[in-house]
Every structure is written in C-alpha cells, then in structure tokens.
C-alpha cells in the first residue's frame, strides 16, 4: 500500500523537483560478509568518504549487484571477491543517486586477464558493453589501473558501464531513467552548442577519444566526473551540474 502511494504521488513529485521521492528502501536486503566490506573498506575511496548510514546502502547494493549477475573468467581467470566486489561498487557509484540501480540490459560480466581479442571487429579490447550478447566484459588488469590512479579520468569499469546505464536509459521508463533521459537530452542540447563545443576541445581538459561520438563522451565525462570533480566544476560548472541532475548525485 505504501509503496503504491508512493508510486501515484511520485510522477508530480519529479516534475517539480527533478529527482525521486525515495531513493534508499530496502524491504530485505542482501548484505556483503565481513571480509567483502572489508575489501570496499580498503580498496574503494568512494565508499570510505561515505557517512555510517550511507555506507549501509552502499553494501546493500553491492550485495544484490553480486547476486543478480553471473561473473564468469577467461583464460584462466579464476573470479575472487575482490573482483565481484570492485565491478559492482564501481556500477553502485555511478547509480548511488538512483533509485533504479540493477540493470536489465546484460546479464553477465566477463572478465579476461588483460586485452582480449574480439572475432566481432577483429580488435584487441580492454573493455566492452555488448548489448546483443547481454555482457559486459573488463580486462582484469585495466579495470585495476582504473583505479590504481584516481584522478587521471581514466577508469575503464566507470567508462563500460556508463556506456551500459545509457543503453538501458532507452529501454527503461522507471522514474530514475526518465530523470537520466530528460538531462541526458540537455547535456546533449549544451555539448554541441557550437561555442560550447569550441571551449571543450580548446580547453584540452576531455581527453581527445571522448570526441569519437555522443556516447563516448558521455562516458568520459562522468570519468571525470568522479576522478576530478573539483576540476570538472571549475573548469565547465553548468555541464557539472547538469551531471548532478542526471545521476541525482551531488558529493556531500
């Protein structure tokens, strides 16, 4: 009953406020075993900066992310906690703001050793959102490197799954993404504004890959957006705030 009234007010709720009515509920949530925090405790900055109740959340996703997909290893990849813990934090940062946080459009995550070959565009990949196969696939050792340096804007699990939120943003109208597609659409609109698109490519603050298409550089953008926040702010505050608003996530 309650979450139907929920569901009924929540529609003139996001019209004026642009975000959810709630965002954290969880009527029976999985929870991770002490040496899993343990892992988010000492390998994870965005996890550490949170507050004890927000670090509660946190968990709770990165349970049901673990349990909602098959983590499957390649050539001789053996898949540890390390490794189930660290790809899901890196999905339950960029959708902590959400109330929708699983995905729908894949249902396994690959992991290869370092660079695999792919027979699709016979191209040798570090990373890759598949939607047709329902996979997400990472090399191991750059999906480290993602985070061995965290403000270099480079962070290939961030980047993936960016691409993987945005596939999903067209296939889902829960309240969540029709908040993401609404701003998805401005930040488009604002991006190839022809002086606005001048500055960003003077300013040689986006790396040069994130102008290879729109979706490239939606992915890039929200590297930075969590490796170099106070840059990105500084440097293009309105398009910082309009990441803000798409995610619903703003650093207390």
């Not at 598949?130 to 270099?152: A, Q």
């Not at 939120?165 to 609404?182: C, E, G, V």
């Amino acid at each position: 009953m309650i979450l139907l009234f929920f569901r009924v007010i929540e529609p003139g709720y996001i019209a004026i406020y642009n975000k959810p009515l709630y965002i954290h509920f969880y009527l029976f949530p999985k929870k991770l075993s002490e040496s899993q925090i343990n892992i988010l405790q000492s390998e994870f900055m965005f996890y550490k900066k949170l507050s004890q109740r927000e670090k509660k959340y946190f968990e709770y996703r990165v349970a049901e992310f673990i349990s909602e997909y098959e983590f499957i290893g390649k050539e001789g990849v053996v898949v540890t906690d390390q490794m189930k813990v660290l790809i899901a934090a890196t999905s339950t940062m960029l959708t902590f703001g959400m109330k929708n946080y699983l995905y729908e459009i894949f249902q396994r995550i690959i992991i290869y050793p370092e660079e695999y070959y792919s027979t699709v565009d016979e191209v040798y990949h570090k990373g890759e959102f598949n939607p047709r196969m329902r996979t997400l696939v990472f090399s191991w050792k750059h999906f480290l490197e993602g985070y061995s340096i965290d403000n270099d804007n480079y962070n290939l699990g961030l980047h993936e799954f960016a691409h993987a939120l945005n596939f999903q943003a067209l296939k889902s109208n829960d309240t969540s993404m029709i908040i993401f597609k609404d701003m998805y659409k401005e930040i488009l609109e604002y991006i190839h504004h022809p002086e606005n698109a001048k500055r960003f490519f003077e300013s040689d603050y986006f790396r040069i890959y994130a102008y290879t298409n729109k979706f490239e550089f939606f992915a890039v953008i929200l590297e930075h957006f969590f490796e170099t926040p106070q840059q990105f702010k500084l440097k293009f505050p309105e398009l910082f705030h309009k990441v803000e608003l798409m995610i619903n996530y703003k650093e207390s």
